[in-house]
């Protein structure tokens, strides 16, 4: 019996088989293979002992500010890091964190596909090339948040998909997904030089 045929005998709530059918797939495990392959190439390569960004330092700022919600970046990127041993001067096990988290956002990018009755192997490809993203693949080294946002994002996106399917969970897919997305959100690199440029614009019209 199918995934598909079980869901209709479900009334739209997936079965345990179907729920874990991706699991007992190869394409899958290949996916998980070629993420521990480039993760492995990486920390040889000592692309995952991380590296300080001219901008890292500003996200660290909220950590010792008196009103770190006051300050142009989001607190939450500096907190996050600090648990991992970052600072504005050391790299700590950011990166390596970062590499996880895009492992495990591809996985579930590739889940999210499959949930929409994609092929296997055009979920699998799709997930190839959100693995090997060459924006995530340059980000991920350096204590910034691009790499985590796109990661959430991946994430948000995999739900969207899987949401859109009439024989899934709607609103509990729906609230991982704005979870996902809200974090993202909260992730984005800021441009603190954008928002004094905007602040300098109104105060001279409105001096005008």
Do not use: K
Not at 29 to 38: K, R
Not at 42 to 54: D, F, K, R, T, W
Not at 135 to 160: C, D, K, N, Q, W
Not at 197 to 206: D, E, F, P, R
């Amino acid at each position: 019996m199918t995934a598909e045929a079980q869901l209709r005998e479900t009334g739209g709530a997936p079965s345990v088989s179907a729920v874990t059918m991706e699991w007992s797939e190869p394409w899958f495990w290949a996916l998980c293979g070629a993420a521990a392959a480039l993760l492995l190439t990486m920390g040889m390569l000592g692309m995952l002992s991380g590296e300080i960004a001219p901008d890292t330092a500003s996200y660290f700022i909220t950590e010792t500010s008196s009103n770190p919600w006051g300050e142009m970046r989001h607190p939450l990127y500096a907190r996050l890091a600090t648990w991992l041993g970052g600072s504005a001067t050391s790299p700590g096990y950011v990166a390596i964190g970062q590499a996880l988290l895009h492992a495990a956002a591809t996985l579930v990018f590739y889940l999210g596909v499959r949930a929409t009755d994609v092929g296997r192997v055009g979920a699998f490809v799709l997930a190839i090339v959100a693995l090997f993203s060459q924006s995530s693949l340059y980000h991920m080294r350096l204590v910034l948040p691009e790499a985590p946002a796109i990661a959430f994002l991946l994430i948000a996106f995999a739900g969207t998909l899987a949401a859109s399917h009439p024989g899934n969970r709607f609103f509990l897919l729906l609230l991982s997904t704005a979870i996902a997305a809200g974090i993202a959100y909260l992730l984005r690199p800021t441009r603190a030089a954008r928002h004094c440029g905007t602040a300098a614009a109104l105060v001279s019209v409105c001096g005008a």
